[in-house]
């Protein structure tokens, strides 16, 4: 979504702008009764803005009267849920409702509600892709006294166990790009590696870059890239393909952020060793892999690290290994970090230290 795109909560003084969206038989008793409820703390409004035009807004409700729907602290109640018309089917509402729902879970809240009517596909879809998937019950509602009451029914949705970013490391042949993109499939997030990295040549148009500075370059683009994925919004990004030596940088680089490293090992090397024989333009230098294998696998752990070994187990079992951890451990926020010595770590830049 472009920058010009903004969400913010409405203050009481703009109460009369959301005429914009929807026609109020008394605005005037609207403005009053709302801005009541906002002043004490009851319920608050978030508008999406292009510059300076109103294109949409989403009511919150902290308490109510039906226990189902709010519950202060835990559960918010949505509620008149808008796109200002001829711009629907463009994922405004999407974007409005996803970033709502990530300012309330930084506030605490990990439950929502929210009423849609039956014959409203195009809200159902979107509150499904959201998870608003579980049915609470049906209700009856009416926009104001001289209206006619109508029949929705009250969706749940849970904030789901997750983190910030998912690290999977480990030398070649473990099965990493498996896992990740088994992962990708189970969170549906996205997944980013370090050499997706957009091509390039050289900085000036004289000289290749290459060895160091190309990997500094792809890092900085991984880094800069995975933090911009987490403020629009994603959760359970993963990522992997990591130069070996950057895996000390991650507890440094992303301290404010919720993450987990997933390293993967195999104590079996004969499985490793099978599994790059048989892999298309596969590693075939095996003496290093060898030692890369040992230097990772014997390596202590780092903050907010854990090991999965591979050896006799299926992808599936695998995935299932790592979605416990990722949902269950928990992970350290604030740490002292002293970034470990170099050689501790394989990087392909040196990679002819190891042989």
């Known amino acids: 979504m472009a920058e010009n795109f903004t969400v913010r909560r409405l203050e009481t003084a703009e109460l009369p702008i959301l005429t914009e969206l929807f026609s109020y038989r008394d605005v005037e008793d609207m403005v009053r009764k709302t801005a009541g409820y906002m002043q004490r703390g009851y319920c608050d409004i978030f508008v999406l803005f292009r510059e ?36 629907h089917n463009k994922g405004l509402g999407t974007f ?9 879970e930084a506030q605490g809240y990990t439950e929502f509600t929210i009423g849609v009517e039956d014959d409203n596909e195009s809200a159902k879809h979107i509150y499904n892709k959201l998870g608003f998937r579980k049915v609470l019950g049906r209700r009856v509602g009416q926009d104001d006294e001289e209206s006619d009451p109508y029949e929705y029914n009250l969706l749940l949705r849970r904030k789901p166990a997750c983190r910030d970013f998912i690290f999977v490391i480990g030398a070649s042949g473990v099965g990493k790009s498996t896992l990740c993109r088994n992962l990708y499939g189970h969170y549906r997030t996205a997944y980013m590696e370090q050499s997706q990295a957009p091509e390039f040549e050289c900085l000036t148009g004289e ?23 987490h403020n629009m919004g994603f959760r359970n990004v993963v990522c992997s393909d990591l130069d070996d030596l950057r ?27 099978e599994q790059m024989k048989s892999r298309e333009n596969g590693l075939v230098d095996f003496e290093l892999l060898k030692k890369m294998s040992e230097k990772i696998n014997d390596r202590f752990r780092m903050v907010n690290e854990y090991v999965i070994d591979v050896a006799g187990k299926t ?14 451990v928990k992970t350290c926020r604030e740490y002292v970090y002293e970034k470990p010595p170099r050689e501790l770590f394989y990087s392909w830049v040196f990679a002819n230290d190891l042989r």
Do not use: M
């Not at 035009?53 to 109510?64: A, K, M, P």
């Not at 009267?65 to 109640?77: F, N, Q, V």
């Not at 992808?315 to 269950?328: D, G, H, K, S, Y």
């Open 96 to 104: 409005l409702l996803r970033r709502v729902l990530c300012e309330l």
């Open 247 to 273: 895996v000390r940088d991650i507890p440094e680089v992303f301290r404010e952020y919720d993450f987990i490293i997933l390293r993967l090992v195999c104590s079996d090397y004969r499985q490793n060793y």
């Open 207 to 229: 000289e290749d870059v290459t060895g160091i500075e190309e990997e500094e370059i792809c890092w900085q683009w991984l880094v800069s890239s995975l933090k911009s994925y």
């Open 315 to 328: 992808p599936e079992q695998v995935c299932q290994e790592a979605v416990q951890l990722i949902e269950t």
């Open 52 to 87: 300076k035009e109103l294109l949409g807004e989403i009511h919150v409700g902290y308490c109510s009267t039906d226990e189902a729907e709010a519950e202060p602290g835990k559960r918010a109640y949505l509620f008149a849920y808008r796109i200002k018309k001829g711009h």
